[in-house]
């Protein structure tokens, strides 16, 4: 399975943040929209992401405020990026590898979503569970083998 497979059926509504917005509207998008992450954009090219990861260490950084920061300031500038054409496998490596949380998918330079762990995790929930329906579907339709009956 590939991303543009998980991007078909998740929607690609997509919510990005500059990044000489301030930090506090960032949050306030994040808390009214109920999620984890912003992509930075800039010029049309995706320059960071701003996940709540990064928003928790600045306001401790900051003393329990996020003041009058920057989401520059804050964002991670090397976010992990995949391709429509990455396999989910492939994904999950690299999501593990760097405890990644939210992934931007990018057609060359095109932004076309972003996909997180839980995407990922329900996607391969879902393919096991339809795995084990059809597996659950095929032994109840097995055909009796031919000379198993007993003699009696």
């Known amino acids: 399975m590939k991303v543009s497979d998980m991007l078909r059926v998740k929607g690609n509504t997509l919510f990005t943040v500059a990044p000489d917005d301030l930090l506090a509207d960032a949050v306030k998008v994040m808390a009214q929209h109920d999620i984890g992450s912003l992509?930075?954009?800039e010029l049309g090219d995706l320059v960071g992401m701003l996940t709540f990861r990064e928003v928790i260490a600045a306001i401790v950084a900051n003393g329990g405020s996020v003041g009058t920061q920057h989401v520059r300031s804050v964002m991670d500038d090397a976010p992990l990026t995949c391709t429509p054409e990455t396999d989910i496998?492939?994904?999950r490596r690299m999501m593990l590898g760097r405890h990644a949380r939210y992934?931007?998918?990018?057609?060359?330079?095109?932004l076309m979503g972003v996909i997180s762990f839980y995407?990922?995790?329900?996607?391969v929930v879902d393919?096991?569970?339809f795995e084990n329906r059809m597996l659950k579907a095929?032994?109840?339709?097995?055909p009796e083998e031919k000379g198993s009956e007993q003699a009696g």
Request: proline share 4%; charged share 35%; aromatic share 8%.
């Open 103 to 110: 992934m931007p998918v990018l057609d060359k330079r095109t």
């Open 138 to 142: 095929y032994i109840r339709d097995w």
């Open 89 to 91: 496998n492939e994904v």
């Open 39 to 41: 992509v930075v954009m």
């Open 127 to 129: 393919a096991q569970d």
């Open 119 to 123: 995407d990922v995790a329900k996607t």
